[in-house]
């Protein structure tokens, strides 16, 4: 069964530096999207992508992120200068592009912000 | 889009099935209702979703009130890999017929089933 693949599943960096979160996601598919849970809280969306640009975003999502499709398979999200608080699981998910909104999610990458 | 109301927890006897309410009073008709789940940390997972009619699929079936104020997910069999935590959203279509994109999670309810 097609699933959503990220990586990597652990990544630990020091604040201010760069990171980015990589996905595969099921390969029909048409929307993608990024969520984040920080530890003991819910799951936030973060933004959604379609047909190569942000169709929607959170106001989480701040000029520190960006979001790329660069190879036609691959998913990124990219935190220009990380901080404490972007410590987090961060979820890719995709969506076939019907009108119902069965999203199927990847395992997640935990992102630990030193 | 409706807010919805769970209980923030509940527990199951493993084989027994395990009823998950779900309250979204101010849902309007072209709102849909989804329920995902997240076993420990993982990524959320779809289990079902629905409008108005009750449905089932191989995972559980959902309940949904002839108002629609209510539903509630039905896990006929808990085994105790059915712990976790279980989301009850609402979503509705653009006015073309497509999805609007964004899940809003709630804090859910924590399933436990124990033996």
């Known amino acids: 069964e097609p699933e959503v693949t990220q990586t990597p599943s652990h990544q630990v960096t020091q604040m201010g530096q760069e990171v980015i979160l990589r996905c595969v996601p099921i390969?029909?598919?048409?929307?993608f999207y990024w969520y984040r849970q920080i530890l003991g809280q819910k799951v936030e969306f973060l933004v959604s992508?379609?047909?190569?640009?942000?169709?929607?975003k959170s106001e989480i999502f701040d000029d520190q992120f960006s979001v790329e499709r660069p190879d036609g398979s691959n998913f990124t999200l990219k935190i220009r200068s990380t901080k404490l608080e972007d410590s987090a699981m961060y979820f890719c998910?995709?969506?076939?592009?019907?009108?119902?909104?069965?999203?199927?999610f990847g395992p997640g990458t935990r992102l630990t912000v030193l | 889009d409706a807010k919805t109301t769970q209980p923030p927890s509940m527990d199951c006897a493993e084989g027994r099935a395990a009823n998950l309410p779900c309250n979204h009073s101010?849902?309007?008709?072209?709102?849909?209702v989804y329920w995902y789940r997240q076993i420990h940390s993982q990524g959320p997972q779809y289990i079902i979703h629905?409008?108005?009619n009750n449905e089932t699929n191989e995972m559980a079936s959902l309940i949904i009130t002839e108002d629609r104020k209510s539903s509630t997910l039905i896990l006929p069999h808990a085994t105790l890999r059915d712990t976790a935590v279980y989301y009850c959203?609402?979503?509705?279509?653009?006015?073309?017929?497509?999805?609007?994109?964004?899940?809003?999670f709630g804090q859910g309810t924590i399933l436990t089933v124990h033996p």
């Open positions: 998910a995709s969506r076939p592009g019907s009108s119902y909104n069965e999203q199927f």
């Open positions: 390969s029909n598919h048409l929307y």
């Open positions: 992508f379609y047909n190569n640009e942000i169709s929607e």
């Open positions: 101010t849902i309007s008709g072209n709102e849909y």
């Open positions: 629905g409008l108005k």
């Open positions: 959203i609402v979503r509705g279509l653009r006015a073309g017929g497509t999805s609007y994109g964004k899940l809003t």
